[in-house]
Protein backbone atom coordinates (compact mmCIF):
# COMPACT_ATOMS: atom_id res chain seq x y z
CA UNK A 1 0.00 0.00 0.00
CA UNK A 2 1.49 3.30 -0.97
CA UNK A 3 1.96 5.62 2.45
CA UNK A 4 1.35 9.12 2.64
CA UNK A 5 2.26 10.61 5.66
CA UNK A 6 1.27 14.37 7.53
CA UNK A 7 1.42 15.78 10.40
CA UNK A 8 -2.26 16.03 12.00
CA UNK A 9 -1.36 19.24 13.88
CA UNK A 10 -2.96 21.25 15.00
CA UNK A 11 -0.42 23.49 13.34
CA UNK A 12 -0.73 27.14 15.13
CA UNK A 13 0.76 30.19 13.43
CA UNK A 14 -0.09 33.86 14.06
CA UNK A 15 -1.59 35.97 11.48
CA UNK A 16 0.71 37.38 8.72
CA UNK A 17 3.19 33.98 9.54
CA UNK A 18 4.18 31.73 6.96
CA UNK A 19 2.61 28.36 7.41
CA UNK A 20 4.95 25.39 6.65
CA UNK A 21 2.88 21.45 6.04
CA UNK A 22 4.93 18.66 5.34
CA UNK A 23 3.78 15.67 3.54
CA UNK A 24 6.42 12.64 2.88
CA UNK A 25 5.01 9.53 0.53
CA UNK A 26 6.19 5.87 0.16
CA UNK A 27 6.43 5.44 -3.68
CA UNK A 28 9.15 6.18 -5.38
CA UNK A 29 7.34 6.18 -8.80
CA UNK A 30 4.84 9.06 -7.93
CA UNK A 31 4.85 11.86 -10.65
CA UNK A 32 2.30 14.37 -9.85
CA UNK A 33 1.53 15.77 -5.86
CA UNK A 34 -1.45 17.72 -4.77
CA UNK A 35 -2.50 19.85 -1.69
CA UNK A 36 -6.40 20.09 -1.29
CA UNK A 37 -7.74 22.48 1.54
CA UNK A 38 -10.89 21.28 3.31
CA UNK A 39 -13.08 23.19 5.44
CA UNK A 40 -14.97 21.76 8.18
CA UNK A 41 -18.13 19.85 7.02
CA UNK A 42 -17.01 20.65 3.07
CA UNK A 43 -15.47 19.24 0.13
CA UNK A 44 -11.30 19.46 -0.37
CA UNK A 45 -10.70 21.43 -2.77
CA UNK A 46 -7.36 22.19 -4.86
CA UNK A 47 -5.24 24.70 -4.15
CA UNK A 48 -2.04 23.40 -5.26
CA UNK A 49 -0.32 20.67 -7.72
CA UNK A 50 3.49 20.22 -8.66
CA UNK A 51 4.71 17.95 -11.09
CA UNK A 52 8.57 18.46 -10.83
CA UNK A 53 11.08 18.91 -8.46
CA UNK A 54 11.87 22.38 -6.92
CA UNK A 55 9.20 25.61 -6.26
CA UNK A 56 5.60 26.55 -7.78
CA UNK A 57 4.54 29.55 -6.55
CA UNK A 58 0.96 30.72 -7.00
CA UNK A 59 -0.26 34.00 -5.00
CA UNK A 60 0.64 33.21 -1.38
CA UNK A 61 0.88 29.27 -1.66
CA UNK A 62 4.37 27.58 -2.70
CA UNK A 63 4.66 23.45 -2.93
CA UNK A 64 7.85 22.59 -2.83
CA UNK A 65 8.86 18.86 -4.14
CA UNK A 66 12.19 16.83 -3.51
CA UNK A 67 11.48 13.52 -5.29
CA UNK A 68 15.05 12.51 -3.73
CA UNK A 69 13.79 12.52 -0.05
CA UNK A 70 9.83 11.56 -1.31
CA UNK A 71 9.55 14.85 -0.04
CA UNK A 72 6.49 17.56 -0.53
CA UNK A 73 5.70 20.64 1.34
CA UNK A 74 3.04 23.88 0.90
CA UNK A 75 4.04 27.24 2.14
CA UNK A 76 1.19 29.96 3.14
CA UNK A 77 2.82 32.94 3.36
CA UNK A 78 1.05 35.91 5.18
CA UNK A 79 -1.63 33.70 6.71
CA UNK A 80 -4.80 34.70 7.41
CA UNK A 81 -7.55 32.87 9.68
CA UNK A 82 -9.66 32.28 6.89
CA UNK A 83 -6.66 29.99 5.91
CA UNK A 84 -7.78 27.86 8.85
CA UNK A 85 -8.46 24.48 7.27
CA UNK A 86 -7.43 20.87 7.49
CA UNK A 87 -4.81 20.78 4.48
CA UNK A 88 -4.38 17.14 2.96
CA UNK A 89 -1.89 15.89 0.70
CA UNK A 90 -2.40 13.13 -2.22
CA UNK A 91 0.15 11.44 -4.46
CA UNK A 92 -1.39 9.35 -7.60
CA UNK A 93 -0.14 5.62 -7.05
CA UNK A 94 -1.48 2.82 -8.99
CA UNK A 95 -4.32 0.45 -7.33
CA UNK A 96 -4.27 -2.17 -10.29
CA UNK A 97 -3.57 -2.73 -13.74
CA UNK A 98 -6.10 -0.54 -15.15
CA UNK A 99 -5.46 2.58 -13.20
CA UNK A 100 -4.80 5.20 -10.73
CA UNK A 101 -6.17 6.68 -7.91
CA UNK A 102 -5.12 9.65 -5.25
CA UNK A 103 -3.92 8.27 -1.94
CA UNK A 104 -4.41 11.00 0.74
CA UNK A 105 -2.99 11.58 3.93
CA UNK A 106 -4.81 12.14 7.00
CA UNK A 107 -4.31 15.68 6.71
CA UNK A 108 -2.71 19.02 9.31
CA UNK A 109 -5.12 20.72 10.73
CA UNK A 110 -3.66 24.46 10.44
CA UNK A 111 -4.94 27.59 13.00
CA UNK A 112 -4.03 30.97 12.06
CA UNK A 113 -4.87 33.08 15.21
CA UNK A 114 -5.71 36.69 14.92
CA UNK B 1 -22.28 24.17 -13.78
CA UNK B 2 -23.28 21.06 -11.67
CA UNK B 3 -19.73 18.87 -11.79
CA UNK B 4 -20.25 16.23 -9.46
CA UNK B 5 -23.78 15.59 -7.88
CA UNK B 6 -23.84 12.72 -5.10
CA UNK B 7 -27.40 12.17 -3.62
CA UNK B 8 -28.49 12.12 -1.03
CA UNK B 9 -26.88 14.27 1.43
CA UNK B 10 -27.84 12.84 4.54
CA UNK B 11 -29.05 8.86 5.38
CA UNK B 12 -29.41 7.47 8.98
CA UNK B 13 -30.04 3.74 8.51
CA UNK B 14 -30.70 1.16 11.33
CA UNK B 15 -27.85 -1.95 11.11
CA UNK B 16 -28.25 -4.65 8.35
CA UNK B 17 -30.13 -2.35 5.81
CA UNK B 18 -29.09 -1.34 2.77
CA UNK B 19 -29.02 1.30 0.20
CA UNK B 20 -27.32 3.18 -2.18
CA UNK B 21 -25.60 6.44 -3.10
CA UNK B 22 -25.84 8.14 -6.29
CA UNK B 23 -23.15 9.88 -8.25
CA UNK B 24 -23.01 11.45 -11.85
CA UNK B 25 -20.78 13.69 -13.43
CA UNK B 26 -20.97 15.85 -16.13
CA UNK B 27 -17.65 16.43 -17.11
CA UNK B 28 -17.11 14.00 -19.57
CA UNK B 29 -14.35 12.62 -17.45
CA UNK B 30 -13.27 8.67 -17.70
CA UNK B 31 -12.26 8.17 -14.01
CA UNK B 32 -14.77 8.45 -11.00
CA UNK B 33 -13.68 7.42 -7.65
CA UNK B 34 -15.43 6.80 -3.99
CA UNK B 35 -13.50 7.50 -0.46
CA UNK B 36 -14.45 7.73 2.59
CA UNK B 37 -13.81 9.90 5.58
CA UNK B 38 -13.47 9.67 8.86
CA UNK B 39 -12.51 11.88 11.48
CA UNK B 40 -8.39 12.12 11.48
CA UNK B 41 -8.18 9.56 9.05
CA UNK B 42 -8.34 11.65 5.66
CA UNK B 43 -9.89 10.07 2.45
CA UNK B 44 -9.08 6.71 2.46
CA UNK B 45 -9.98 4.84 -0.97
CA UNK B 46 -13.38 2.56 -1.27
CA UNK B 47 -13.78 1.76 -5.14
CA UNK B 48 -12.54 3.52 -8.14
CA UNK B 49 -13.41 3.20 -11.69
CA UNK B 50 -10.59 4.26 -14.07
CA UNK B 51 -13.25 4.16 -17.34
CA UNK B 52 -16.68 3.07 -18.44
CA UNK B 53 -17.03 -0.93 -17.69
CA UNK B 54 -14.06 -1.26 -15.34
CA UNK B 55 -13.92 -1.14 -11.70
CA UNK B 56 -11.61 -2.11 -9.15
CA UNK B 57 -10.91 -2.40 -5.26
CA UNK B 58 -9.32 0.28 -3.00
CA UNK B 59 -8.08 0.69 0.13
CA UNK B 60 -11.50 -0.45 2.14
CA UNK B 61 -13.34 -2.04 -0.18
CA UNK B 62 -15.16 -4.66 1.63
CA UNK B 63 -18.85 -4.28 2.66
CA UNK B 64 -19.27 -2.13 -0.62
CA UNK B 65 -20.16 -2.86 -3.84
CA UNK B 66 -19.84 -0.60 -6.92
CA UNK B 67 -21.54 0.08 -10.58
CA UNK B 68 -20.22 2.34 -13.21
CA UNK B 69 -23.50 2.08 -14.85
CA UNK B 70 -22.22 4.64 -17.83
CA UNK B 71 -19.67 6.80 -18.30
CA UNK B 72 -21.54 9.59 -15.98
CA UNK B 73 -22.91 7.74 -13.30
CA UNK B 74 -20.94 5.20 -10.61
CA UNK B 75 -22.81 3.99 -7.58
CA UNK B 76 -22.03 2.55 -4.32
CA UNK B 77 -24.18 0.24 -2.92
CA UNK B 78 -23.87 -0.87 1.21
CA UNK B 79 -25.94 -4.77 0.80
CA UNK B 80 -25.75 -4.91 4.88
CA UNK B 81 -24.97 -1.98 6.79
CA UNK B 82 -23.17 -1.84 9.38
CA UNK B 83 -22.14 0.89 12.77
CA UNK B 84 -18.37 0.47 11.33
CA UNK B 85 -19.79 1.76 7.48
CA UNK B 86 -20.50 5.45 9.58
CA UNK B 87 -19.00 7.59 7.69
CA UNK B 88 -18.51 10.38 5.63
CA UNK B 89 -18.79 9.79 1.62
CA UNK B 90 -17.34 11.22 -1.21
CA UNK B 91 -17.44 10.70 -4.81
CA UNK B 92 -14.90 12.00 -7.46
CA UNK B 93 -14.66 12.16 -10.72
CA UNK B 94 -11.19 13.02 -13.19
CA UNK B 95 -10.25 13.16 -17.02
CA UNK B 96 -8.11 10.33 -15.76
CA UNK B 97 -4.56 10.88 -16.81
CA UNK B 98 -2.31 11.18 -13.04
CA UNK B 99 -1.82 14.62 -14.06
CA UNK B 100 -5.30 15.73 -13.56
CA UNK B 101 -7.07 17.00 -10.09
CA UNK B 102 -9.73 15.40 -8.98
CA UNK B 103 -13.44 16.93 -8.72
CA UNK B 104 -15.53 16.04 -5.53
CA UNK B 105 -19.23 15.87 -5.13
CA UNK B 106 -20.44 17.43 -1.93
CA UNK B 107 -20.57 14.45 0.17
CA UNK B 108 -22.83 12.40 1.86
CA UNK B 109 -23.01 11.91 5.72
CA UNK B 110 -23.94 8.33 6.62
CA UNK B 111 -25.34 6.79 9.92
CA UNK B 112 -25.32 3.25 10.29
CA UNK B 113 -27.16 3.20 14.11
Known amino acids: QKEVEQNSGPLSVPEGAIASLNCTYS??????FFWYRQYSGKSPELIMFIYSNGDKEDGRFTAQLNKASQYVSLLIRDSQPSDSATYLC??????????????FGKGTSLLVTP | NAGVTQTPKFQVLKTGQSMTLQCAQD?????MYWYRQDPGMGLRLIYY???????DKGEVPNGYNVSRLNKREFSLRLESAAPSQTSVYFC????????????FGSGTQLSVL
Open chain 2, 27 to 31: MNHNS
Open chain 1, 90 to 103: AVYGSWSNSGYALN
Open chain 1, 27 to 32: DRGSQS
Open chain 2, 49 to 55: SASEGTT
Open chain 2, 92 to 103: ASSPGSQREKLF
